[in-house]
């Protein structure tokens, strides 16, 4: 066995579930090993504040049994059940002032560690890594984001439960679509990626999925597209819609709307309208088309983190362990091809910056995945297939110009 370690652990960015199932996982597999773990509160923010001494060192170790809860049920470990994360997280950017680098990096040479666990998504580990060059840390990265856009993994911690919250929503949504013969439209997250629409999509029973990768932009032939799969449903006895669209398509000119769940449900309403104005009988009933949209917001990095993700956050956190007793630093701990390895963490930053230099998502859904393929399979419209656009866009685009001259 190595010499005993003293290794830092923070959660960078947007929250998810699954965090702590990674912190339990780190902890207990270090301590195994006699080594100590020092959880660092609020990312950087928290190596500021050990400068300013602000925190006692001593209350910064976790240790495996720390969570106890008392009365019959002492003992419990409930950590990996816990959504969130127990060292709070940071989503400022990066810390661009020199005094404040100079005191993150002062910080944590205080802390004396021999390697320092970074669990975040893209933008997160791209700032923990240009802080470890600038300080000669030691670093390993974890990958966790909902929107399971970081580079070089297959999953990242917390993308499994943000995919069963918005499955059971539109599980809950679809009666009250039912009810009232409505189209309901369900704006989820993902930022510029479209895997948990797609994947929650699918799961969830949506008959139409926008996701950036397909359908960056919601242009009238996009929409007449949707009208005509309503009414194709109708025609064969479904009143009711779901339509599922990432946060991450834009409006119609390519321009980033505000609410792009709230600005579809108007879209398909008024075009519904216009398609049965031009006189065509498949769109007759198509005037009493009524819309709802629902923004699911920041429910969907909370919740009770699944089997999958405390699996991975189990896998994820003994492995940046072995990791660092095997003295390999500078790695992102990642799963690929069902099985968890290690990526050097240079080549995943290289891709993620390139991407981030020509604003384009370093993890996005790839456009014939299994994913899409299924999702087209199914029936579930996700935009038109590549080599039938041009005719379908043309024909969608006559009956817009139709509609644009009568409405
Ligand atoms: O990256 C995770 C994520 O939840 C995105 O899906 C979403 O666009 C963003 O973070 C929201 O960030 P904030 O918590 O700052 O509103």
């Known amino acids: 066995m190595s010499s005993p370690k003293r290794i830092g652990i923070l959660t960078s960015g947007g929250d998810c579930p699954g965090l702590n199932a990674v912190i339990r ?14 959880g660092i509160p609020y990312s950087t923010d928290g190596l500021i504040h050990i400068t300013e001494g602000r925190y006692r060192l001593e209350d910064l170790v976790l240790r495996e049994h720390g969570y106890d809860i008392p009365g019959i049920l002492q003992g419990l470990d409930v950590l990996q059940f816990l959504s969130g994360s127990i060292l709070g997280s940071l989503n400022k950017g990066h810390p661009e002032n020199p005094e404040a680098v100079a005191k993150i990096l002062e910080g944590y040479r205080l802390l004396n560690l021999d390697c320092l666990i970074a669990i975040g998504g893209d933008g997160s580990l791209d700032i923990m890594y240009d802080l470890a060059q600038r300080g000669g840390w030691n ?31 539109l599980y809950d949504l679809t009666f009250t679509a039912a009810s009232h013969d409505r189209v309901m439209v369900v704006e989820v997250m993902g930022r510029d ?61 390519g321009e980033k709307v505000h609410s792009i769940g709230e600005y579809l449900a108007k879209l398909v309403a008024n075009r519904s309208c216009t398609l049965c104005q031009t ?46 007793e095997e003295g390999r630093y500078s790695r992102l701990v990642v799963w690929e091809a069902g099985r968890v390895r290690s990526k050097d963490l240079a080549e995943v930053i290289g891709v993620i910056r390139a991407c981030h230099r ?50």
């Open 358 to 407: 020509q604003g384009i998502c370093p993890g996005p859904v790839e456009t014939d995945s299994t994913m899409v393929k299924v999702a087209r399979s199914l029936g579930i419209y996700v935009g038109p297939e590549l080599e039938l656009m041009a005719d379908n866009v043309q024909a969608a685009l006559n009956v817009w110009e139709a509609g644009a001259q009568v409405s």
């Open 279 to 324: 006189g065509d009988a498949n769109y007759c009933d198509m005037d009493q088309v009524e819309t709802r949209a629902t923004v699911l917001g920041h429910i969907q990095r909370s919740g009770t983190p699944t089997a999958s993700d405390r699996l991975l956050a189990s896998a994820f956190g003994r492995k940046a362990v072995d990791l660092i």
């Open 25 to 38: 996982a780190v902890v207990k597999c270090a301590n195994r090993r006699g080594w100590d773990v020092i």
């Open 193 to 253: 990626a479209g895997h948990l629409a797609l994947h929650s999509g699918i799961a969830g029973g949506a008959d139409v999925i926008l996701i950036p990768e397909l359908v960056p932009e919601l242009n009238p032939p996009i929409i007449t597209h949707i009208c005509q799969e309503i009414a194709a449903m109708r025609q064969r006895g479904r009143k009711f819609a779901l339509l599922v669209v990432a946060e991450g398509v834009h409006g119609e000119g």
């Open 139 to 169: 670093l390993i990265g974890i990958p966790k984001t909902i929107d399971n856009d970081v580079p070089f993994t297959e999953k990242s911690i917390g993308f499994n439960t943000a995919v069963q919250t918005v499955t059971s929503a």
